[in-house]
């Protein structure tokens, strides 16, 4: 595979992954699909953010820019390889997505929160953590106080496969 197209692979696949994700939830019913509808067209317009910031145009130099000032060159993104392509951009989407379904929404959030920060932000424990609580909180009070949408348990705390 040439190099230039291995810039596109992991948000293509994900950009795939959530458009079925989205054609999927738009068969549920009004309240059921309100959460993932709502998390799935972010994650559409985020994705095609960061095709376009790939592409190295003006535009996606601009939004480069914009975005990450501390962005690497489009040769240094290719010599790391898709090993950390992979590493970095599809396998903590799978992972928030496995824990999301298994322990639900709530706890996966600032596993996920913690772990990003922590890990892959290089930020330090007590702010990885307090940033993880907060998230956490956030997430609560707007989905299940604001707009009364249940969160969902997981299939291990008694969620239905639907």
């Known amino acids: 595979m040439p190099a230039a197209a291995r810039t596109f692979v992991v948000p293509a696949a994900i950009w795939l992954v959530t458009a079925a994700f989205i054609i999927s939830a738009s068969r549920l019913g009004p309240v059921a699909r309100a959460m993932p509808l709502l998390v799935g067209w972010l994650t559409l317009l985020l994705v095609t953010l960061d095709i376009v910031a790939r592409t190295g145009t003006p535009v ?49 959030v600032p596993v996920f929160v913690f772990a990003s ?46």
């Open 60 to 108: 996606g130099r601009a939004l480069t820019s914009a975005l990450n000032p501390a962005a690497l060159t489009p040769a240094d993104a290719q010599a790391t390889g898709s090993a950390r392509a992979f590493r970095v951009g599809l396998a903590p989407i799978l992972a928030l997505i496995a824990g999301f379904t298994l322990i639900g929404a709530l706890p996966s």
């Open 117 to 162: 920060l922590r890990w892959h932000a290089q930020r330090g424990f007590l702010t990885s953590a307090v940033l993880a609580v907060a998230v956490t909180l956030f997430v609560y009070g707007m989905f299940y106080k604001v707009l009364q949408l249940p969160l969902y348990p997981g299939l291990l705390f008694g969620g239905a496969w639907q």
